[in-house]
């Protein structure tokens, strides 16, 4: 073989294993950032992973808002099915409020308690995230054929 012939095969092999390498970093990335969504039934029934982030969301709970010291809130989401306390530290929205659907971020902790990093509120009257919105009508409609 001659050596030109040897460094273009060099090369392309290289390039090749660079571009591969490249691809399996940007898999990687694109799964450590991957967040699922999960109804409060799911996380009640232990579906949801317990030793990553993931979403949540449901209505919060009238009656259920606790605030025992400084800035953690202490709450409970519903999707009308099962109920899952959330805790949150920090400011909440100001459109969060008990009846309101709303989406939070987190993980739980080993007492099965959603320990949120953020949570998000509606916009306006007409506004549910999609994800709250699916998962209420899905629950309605299992809930119904009982």
């Known amino acids: 073989m001659k050596p030109a012939r040897r460094q273009r095969l060099m090369l392309i092999g290289l390039m090749v294993a660079g571009v591969g390498l490249a691809a399996g970093f940007a898999l ?8 699922y969504f999960f109804s409060t039934t799911d996380v009640a029934d232990g579906k949801a992973p317990n030793d990553a982030l993931f979403r949540i969301g449901g209505l919060v709970v009238k009656g259920s808002v606790e605030r025992p010291q400084g800035l953690l809130v202490r709450f409970k989401l519903t999707d009308f099915n099962k109920d899952v306390w959330v ?40 506004y549910m995230p999609p994800e709250v ?14």
């Open 28 to 35: 990687k990335s694109f799964n450590e950032n991957l967040m």
């Open 133 to 146: 919105a699916s998962s209420l009508k899905n629950q309605s409609q299992s809930g119904a054929g009982q």
């Open 87 to 126: 805790e949150y530290t920090g400011i909440l929205p100001d459109l969060f409020r008990e009846g309101q659907g709303i989406v939070a971020r987190g993980r739980l902790n080993g007492q099965g308690v959603f320990v949120a990093e953020e949570v998000l509120a509606k916009h306006d009257e007409n």
